[in-house]
């Protein structure tokens, strides 16, 4: 089963569209297991150190007022403890951080089977198109959080270096090759045209 060029660039397309969802997902993740360890870890400090105060605190080395000292010490640092867990749990950065993680696998998974298909069309186009576009929505429709508009912006930053890259490293045929980034720039042409007209 050989594809047209134009199933060739649908397939590209989706490839595409595959490899900006996969990457900032995977940013969006970054961001916010970043924004989890600024509480998650000085949780885990304070908590530690709230230990090692209890631990002496029954040692009879001390007086009784520097053990009522190191007793109100455990109180106050477990407090803060109980606080930043509280604070890290509402905000849901591990939740959001699992759930992007999560996303950018499936959109591998998903990349993985374009390319095979590229390089091995064994299955009806047309069929392959609908179930693609089908695992697509349903990850979207998992993923109940937007990802950071700086994820976005970042990606259009920097998409013209990373599908270059991906043209020089990757194995898959040349008609899909030279197009992964031709026709990314006429889209933004295309878009650039229509702001222009409205504009007018």
Same mark, same amino acid.
């Given at each position: 089963?050989?594809?047209?060029?134009?199933?060739?660039?649908?397939?590209?397309?989706?490839?595409?569209?595959?490899?900006?969802?996969?990457?900032?997902?995977?940013?969006?993740?970054?961001?916010?297991?970043?924004?989890?360890?600024?509480?998650? %870890?000085?949780?885990?400090?304070?908590?530690?150190?709230?230990? *090692?105060?209890?631990?002496?605190?029954?040692?009879?080395?001390?007086?009784?007022?520097?053990?009522?000292?190191?007793? %109100?010490?455990?109180?106050?640092?477990?407090? *803060?403890?109980?606080? %930043?867990?509280?604070?890290?749990?509402?905000?849901?950065?591990?939740?959001?951080?699992?759930?992007?993680?999560?996303?950018?696998?499936?959109?591998?998974?998903? *990349?993985?089977?374009?390319?095979?298909?590229?390089?091995?069309?064994?299955?009806?186009?047309?069929?392959?198109?609908?179930?693609?576009?089908?695992? %697509?929505?349903?990850?979207?429709?998992?993923?109940?959080?937007?990802?950071?508009?700086?994820?976005?912006?970042?990606?259009?930053?920097?998409?013209?270096?990373?599908?270059?890259?991906?043209?020089?490293?990757?194995?898959?045929?040349? *008609?899909?090759?030279?197009?992964?980034?031709?026709?990314e720039s006429s889209t933004d042409e295309n878009s650039e045209q229509k702001i222009q007209i409205s504009d007018h």
């Open positions: 089963m050989v594809h047209s060029d134009q199933q060739f660039g649908i397939l590209n397309k989706f490839y595409q569209r595959l490899q900006k969802e996969r990457f900032v997902n995977n940013q969006s993740s970054s961001y916010y297991s970043n924004l989890s360890n600024r509480f998650v %870890i000085p949780g885990i400090v304070i908590t530690g150190l709230s230990s *090692i105060v209890s631990f002496l605190s029954t040692s009879d080395m001390l007086e009784d007022d520097e053990k009522k000292g190191f007793g %109100i010490t455990v109180g106050v640092l477990t407090s *803060i403890a109980a606080i %930043i867990q509280s604070m890290s749990a509402s905000f849901g950065f591990q939740l959001k951080k699992d759930a992007f993680a999560t996303c950018a696998d499936a959109y591998d998974s998903l *990349i993985t089977r374009v390319e095979f298909e590229i390089c091995n069309p064994n299955e009806d186009f047309e069929t392959f198109s609908n179930t693609l576009e089908d695992d %697509i929505l349903k990850i979207k429709s998992n993923c109940k959080y937007l990802p950071p508009l700086h994820v976005n912006e970042l990606w259009n930053e920097k998409k013209d270096m990373f599908m270059n890259k991906l043209r020089s490293e990757t194995h898959l045929p040349k *008609i899909v090759v030279d197009n992964l980034t031709a026709e």
